[in-house]
């Protein structure tokens, strides 16, 4: 059957809205549009419209389904993934992943510990990518309202993610259906977030659109004035309505929108009548296998007579192998008209026939729809069945939410349940396994809260000690998502002391609590435990907690045994790739960057970073879990003074977990900083604040630590005063960490302000406050522990000599380690503290290393201007001649004493690479081409020393 054409009037305008952005996406601009109205405005004609028109080769489209008993998780993207493989079938690479949303391309890929939801949506992203390759893709969700939780989640990380393949993402919405605590309306901001993101708003015709489409209707007679008018107002302008006054049969005008929709219904048979009632039931959509079992004794004809005269009424349309209604509204219509007991016998046949089996329905479709059905006629036992079933799949599609509202609804019926033992017993189902799995899903989830509570209430729904130890660690992995990690360490006692020695999990439950203790600066306790847990490991056999104990062990003795915590940490990173537990490998790799960081090798943080998300690509998660470490990577490079090349390397990537983004927004804020903007460097940072209500302290210290830098350079002291105080308040009410090495020099750069600003009180207050930073712990003996030391202790001098001598030691630290960017800002600190103790000659020394490092950051930003030329007067320096900075006079003199690039390093200490850079530099302001002719122009000028 093929669908009825309808007519098309009207949005020509929004139509050539989405044809343009289609050609954006033509041209390499992934674009996403979404497209908002009421309920029968026309959506779904214009996407028609839209599909039949685009430039892009190739179209795919997709429909979130729903009962009121819940979603199909990922409905849309199965539908239109199932499309186009059968025109660009997946290689093996795909299919693995793919196989979990089309079980027909084969079996599931190996389901390894963390990561697995990320290269679902990267291998749909890549695939999407291959079907556009030739020719482009237009890719429509329709019915955005309706969509589970997954699929929400998978449309907002192909919009952040397709970047320049070209694919257009159109999705409609109802906007009627967008009620306050729509999820939808929490996701529609970040939907339209990305810069290639563009919403839609379709509004009635008026009253011109109205008269033309009423005479496509009547075959080019207009309604007279009069009858338009009345027509307008009946309609408001609204096109399903407007069709159905003036297409359905019956004089008059009905008194409200149902009757008005169910005109086209009335004149059908009764059995027809039937028919549309029962697909009702089902909803919008319904599978025509399934409508055919559950009508097919409804009617002396075939269904297919049947159907074919509801599709001719223009109440029903094919769309694939499914009839849909031609609009939610006349569902919601016929279904309302049903009486209750013809409700009933509807739901029991459906269950009857879902229950029997469905030739081309997908079985998570049916085991969702029979629990629905089953729960309308309340069958509890067979919903129950059901929604456990539908719990399974969704878990295998890792549809979190969906596996969260799924165990959910199994609780609620199981109270209804008169006897639930006997019918969740053969099933391997108890009340307690219930809410365990609730409580771990809905950590997955992110909802900690929740999973508190499941575990609060499943505790004394618990079978033995080890049932107890499940839900306490399952507690404290939610109560450490929510940085309570002192209770967190308390849940993991607790099921430490439920299991009996021998018992296989307490190893896993130990490897647990060192790794917490690490994270709360309980370095000794967790050195102990994980030593334990990598004998009890090893001696178990048991490879997955031996490779978590391996990176604690590496990470707490980093900053005392750097040797053996590298290798230790190659060792874990090395177990966790052969056993497929991302997680953990990505673990390992975050913690090597952070060890070479301490050891201020900022070229192996560099590396580490760069390394991980080689594997990233390796493993297709770069989008959605290799922000963490482009941080790692930019952070690196900021130190090093390649900020152009920091910038860069946190694009392409969609947002990540909320701690991800916001290290993101705090690199994107030190570039800032360093290229003296700190207006833009405050806008990075408020958005990645921390909120009021925020229950974590520890996670956004970095935040706080970096806001009161970024105020402090705005002038705004007293807001900087505040986020100082809450960082001591906060430093001294837990233990050292590495962390903690961070937290004195902003507070240090603060008290310094305050005492420039005539607040001497305050800044000996604060100053006094410090100290909590500075308490004894391993990670202050680190190299990087001493150079923020000495940083910290050169901002609170009071006397300027003091504070030279503490610039001086910490300059001797990063010589040699081209860290560009720390030297440079410690050298214009040591300047100008040389210049305030009268240390004229050190000044102008330092003034020339600070002059020389400009030129080796690479930046658009005029860091002379603001960095340098203010410093010259107190530096007591006259600018060089022909352009050249003090440091670049230096090395022509040498030049033209005829030294090498490698003597004229070791006279100047530099190093060679840093001379050949200023030999460019230098010979292109003098306008010569090699070594000699410089020789010349530097006697010319004065430079060269007598005799040369």
């Not at 019926?413 to 809905?442: H, K, N, S, Y």
């Not at 099921?495 to 130990?510: K, S, T």
């Not at 609170?796 to 380690?817: H, I, K, N, T």
């Amino acid at each position: 059957m093929a669908p009825t054409p309808t007519v098309f009037i009207g949005r020509g305008s929004d139509l050539a809205r989405l044809l343009a952005e289609a050609g954006s996406a033509a041209r390499g601009q992934a674009r996403t549009t979404l497209v908002l109205g009421d309920a029968g405005v026309g959506k779904t004609r214009l996407l028609e419209e839209y599909l039949d028109r685009t430039p892009l080769a190739r179209t795919a489209v997709g429909a979130c389904l729903e009962t009121s008993g819940g979603t199909v998780a990922f409905a849309p993207f199965t539908a239109a993934l199932r499309h186009l493989a059968r025109e660009v079938p997946p290689g093996p690479a795909r299919a693995g992943a793919l196989a979990r949303l089309l079980p027909e391309l084969g079996p599931a890929g190996h389901a390894a510990d963390g990561g697995d939801r990320s290269r679902l949506f990267e291998a749909v992203l890549a695939y999407l990518e291959e079907a556009a390759a030739d020719g482009g893709l237009a890719l429509a969700v329709e019915d955005l309202h309706r969509a589970d939780a997954s699929t929400r989640d998978l449309l907002l990380f192909l919009a952040r993610n397709l970047g320049s393949a070209p694919v257009h993402l159109v999705a409609t919405v109802r906007a009627d259906d967008l009620h306050r605590a729509h999820p939808l309306r929490r996701l529609l901001p970040d939907l339209e977030r990305p810069a290639r993101a563009t919403r839609l708003d379709l509004v009635p015709f008026d009253r011109e659109e109205v008269a033309a489409q009423a005479a496509a209707l009547r075959g080019g007679s207009r309604p007279d004035p009069g009858a338009l008018d009345l027509l307008y107002e009946r309609s408001g302008g609204n096109p399903l309505f407007v069709e159905a006054l003036v297409s359905a049969p019956g004089d008059g005008l009905p008194d409200t929108s149902r009757d008005l929709l169910l005109r086209a219904v009335d004149p059908l048979p009764d059995a027809d009548r039937a028919v549309l009632g029962l697909a009702a039931l089902s909803g919008a959509r319904v599978h025509h296998a399934l409508l055919a079992a559950v009508a097919a004794d409804l009617s002396e004809d075939e269904p297919d007579g049947v159907l074919r005269r509801a599709v001719d009424a223009r109440v029903l349309r094919v769309a694939g192998e499914d009839y849909e209604f031609r609009h939610a509204l006349l569902a919601e219509a016929v279904r309302e008209d049903l009486l209750p007991g013809q409700r009933v016998r509807g739901h029991r046949r459906y269950v009857s026939a879902l229950e029997a089996g469905v030739p081309g329905l997908a079985e998570p479709e049916r085991v969702l729809r029979l629990a629905h059905h089953a729960d309308a006629v309340h069958d509890h036992p067979r919903a129950f069945a059901a929604r456990w079933a539908a719990a399974g799949h969704a878990a295998g599609a890792f549809a979190h939410p969906e596996h969260l509202a799924a165990l959910e609804r199994l609780l609620e019926l199981w109270e209804l349940l008169p006897d639930p033992e006997a019918v969740a017993g053969p099933l391997g189902v108890t009340r307690g396994r219930l809410l365990l799995d609730a409580a771990r899903a809905a950590v997955q989830t992110g909802g900690a809260h929740e999973a508190l509570r499941y575990t609060a209430e499943g505790a004394g729904q618990a079978e033995g000690p080890a049932d107890r130890a499940a839900f306490l660690l399952v507690r404290s992995q939610a109560l450490k998502a929510l940085y309570r990690r002192a209770e967190g360490l308390e849940a993991l006692d607790g099921a430490a002391a439920l299991l009996p020695r021998g018992h296989p999990d307490r190893i896993a439950v130990h490897g647990a609590r060192a790794a917490l203790l690490s994270l709360v600066g309980g370095d000794a306790e967790a050195l102990r435990e994980a030593r334990a847990v990598l004998d009890r490991a090893r001696a178990a056999g048991d490879r997955r907690s031996e490779t978590d104990a391996l990176i604690t062990l590496g990470s707490v003795l980093s900053p005392v045994s750097p040797g053996e915590a590298r290798e230790l940490l190659v060792a874990g990173r090395e177990l966790a790739r052969g056993l497929g537990m991302v997680d953990a490998e990505l673990r390992a790799w975050n913690n090597l960057g952070v060890h070479h960081m301490f050891r201020l090798d900022w070229h192996g943080e560099l590396r580490a970073g760069r390394e991980a998300l080689r594997r990233c690509a390796e493993l297709g998660i770069t989008r959605s879990r290799g922000l963490a470490h482009a941080v790692g990577a930019a952070a690196a490079l900021v130190d090093l003074g390649r900020l152009r090349e920091a910038e860069a390397e946190l694009e392409g990537y969609g947002t990540g977990r909320v701690f991800d983004e916001d290290g993101r927004r705090l690199v994107l804020a030190e570039i800032r900083l360093a290229e003296g903007d700190p207006a833009g460097a405050r806008e990075h940072w408020e958005r990645g604040s921390r909120p009021p209500d925020a229950a974590d302290t520890h996670g956004y210290a970095m935040s706080d630590q970096t806001g009161v830098r970024v105020l402090v350079r705005e002038g705004d002291l007293d807001g900087a005063l505040v986020l100082a105080r809450r960082l001591v308040g906060e430093e001294r009410d837990r233990r050292p960490t590495q962390a903690s090495v961070d937290g004195a020099v902003p507070v240090a750069e603060l008290v310094r302000a305050l005492r420039r600003a005539g607040r001497g009180a305050q800044a000996d207050a604060l100053a006094g406050e410090v100290g909590v930073f500075l308490r004894p712990s391993s990670w202050w003996a680190t190299p990087y522990g001493e150079l923020r030391r000495a940083q910290a202790g050169a901002r609170l001098a009071a006397d300027p000599a003091d504070a030279l001598a503490e610039w001086e030691r910490a300059l001797a630290m990063v010589r040699g380690r081209d860290a560009h960017l720390e030297e440079f800002r410690m050298l214009e600190e040591a300047c100008r503290a040389a210049a305030e103790a009268g240390e004229r000659t050190r000044a102008g020394e330092l003034f020339g290393e600070l002059e020389a490092g400009a030129g080796l950051l690479d930046t658009d930003a005029p860091l002379r201007e603001r960095y340098v030329e203010p410093l010259r007067p107190a530096a007591g320096r006259a600018r060089p001649p022909a352009g050249l900075t003090p440091r670049e006079a230096e090395v022509l003199a040498q030049v033209a004493e005829g030294r090498t690039n490698t003597e004229i390093g070791e006279r100047l200490f530099i190093s060679a690479k840093t001379v050949s850079v200023h030999m460019s530099n230098l010979m292109g302001k003098l306008g010569v081409t090699n070594r000699h002719a410089a020789a010349v122009r530097a006697r010319e000028l004065g430079l060269a020393p007598p005799g040369a």
